[in-house]
Nanobody, 123 residues
Framework: VHLTESGGGVVQTVGSLKLSCAAS????????MAWFRQPPGKAREFVAA????????VYADSAKGRFTISRGGVRNTISLEMNSLKPEDTAVYFC?????????????????WGQGTQVTVSS
């Protein structure tokens, strides 16, 4: 399984970015997918996840109302639309998948990870 993230970059406060992730190596019809992030010097943390059918998104409190996770029709792609970005959103953002229909919140719930994409929000 291989995951590739794209869309990271540098943006000013209150700006927007859209991250994308494509998974390959198998079919993902029964896999939930998610985004985590790792701020500088901190542990990896949950951002958002979506179930195998792409109908039940869940979000960290920090992402609610600002971020939107969605899943592509062929179910091997997800995106994360981020609005009203803040400097504290600066982090490496990782795409991940887990075997199972339901989304999980813990790092240990997920089986495969991408290399990450850097998001920097300048004040």
């Amino acid at each position: 399984v291989h995951l590739t993230e794209s869309g990271g970059g540098v943006v000013q406060t209150v700006g927007s970015l859209k991250l994308s992730c494509a998974a390959s190596g198998r079919t993902f019809n029964d896999y939930a997918m998610a985004w985590f992030r790792q701020p500088p010097g901190k542990a990896r943390e949950f951002v958002a996840a979506i179930d195998d059918e792409g109908t039940r998104p869940v979000y960290a409190d920090s992402a609610k109302g600002r971020f939107t996770i969605s899943r592509g029709g062929v179910r091997n792609t997800i995106s994360l639309e981020m609005n009203s970005l803040k400097p504290e959103d600066t982090a490496v953002y990782f795409c991940t998948v887990r075997a199972g229909a339901k989304a999980g919140y813990a790092v240990t719930s997920y089986d495969y990870w991408g290399q990450g994409t850097q998001v920097t929000v300048s004040s």
